[in-house]
C-alpha cells in the first residue's frame, strides 16, 4: 500500500513498491494527462512536479515516494506560471499532434518557477523533452511570451 499526495489529495493505492508512479497516476488514480513515451525517462512526456522539481513519472518507484511529498500532475497545475504558458501555448499554436504537450507544459512551468525570466540557455537546459513534431521553436518562444521576453 502506498500512500501518495497527488494534485493536493492523499490517497491510498494498493500497488506492488515497484509500480511506476505513471501507472498508478493513469491506471489507478485515472488522470491521464501525464503520457507514456519511451518508458525510460528520455523523453518527458510523463513529466510530473514533485515538490516543485521536474520528474519523469515512468521511472520513478511509488516506494521512493512520501505522503509528505506534493506530487503534481497536468490536471493539478494551477499557477500563474502555468496559467501564462497555456495562455502562450493557444496564442502560438505551439502543438501539433499534442501528445507530448502535458510534459512540455510540466517542464517550462518549472522553468518559469526557478526562472521567471529565463535565458536561452536556461531554457535549452530545462526543456530537455522530446517533441516528435518538432516544435522547438514555437515552445521556447511560448516560454518567452509567458515571462514577457521579446523573443
Not at 44 to 52: E, N, R, S, W
Given at each position: 500500500m502506498a500512500?501518495?499526495?497527488?494534485n493536493g489529495t492523499t490517497r491510498d493505492i494498493d500497488v506492488e513498491p515497484d509500480t511506476p508512479l505513471l501507472?498508478?497516476?493513469r491506471e489507478q488514480v485515472g488522470l491521464t494527462g501525464t503520457k507514456y513515451g519511451c518508458g525510460v525517462a528520455q523523453c518527458?512526456?510523463?513529466?510530473?512536479?514533485?515538490?516543485?522539481e521536474v520528474?519523469?513519472?515512468c521511472s520513478m518507484p511509488v516506494s521512493a515516494l512520501t505522503?509528505?511529498?506534493?506530487?503534481?500532475?497536468?490536471?493539478g497545475l494551477d499557477s500563474p506560471a502555468a496559467q501564462a504558458i497555456q495562455k502562450a501555448?493557444?496564442?502560438l499554436d505551439v502543438p501539433q499532434c499534442g501528445y507530448c504537450q502535458s510534459g512540455q507544459i510540466m517542464a517550462a512551468t518549472a522553468l518559469l518557477a526557478k526562472h521567471p525570466k529565463p535565458t536561452d540557455e536556461q531554457i535549452a537546459e530545462a526543456m530537455t523533452n522530446i517533441c516528435?513534431?518538432?516544435t522547438y521553436?514555437?515552445?521556447?518562444?511560448?516560454?518567452?511570451?509567458?515571462?514577457g521576453i521579446a523573443g
Open positions: 500512500r501518495l499526495t497527488i501507472w498508478v497516476l518527458g512526456a510523463c513529466t510530473v512536479h514533485i515538490d516543485g520528474v519523469r513519472a505522503p509528505e511529498q506534493k506530487i503534481v500532475t497536468i490536471e501555448w493557444v496564442a516528435r513534431c518538432g521553436n514555437r515552445i521556447k518562444a511560448g516560454i518567452k511570451q509567458a515571462a
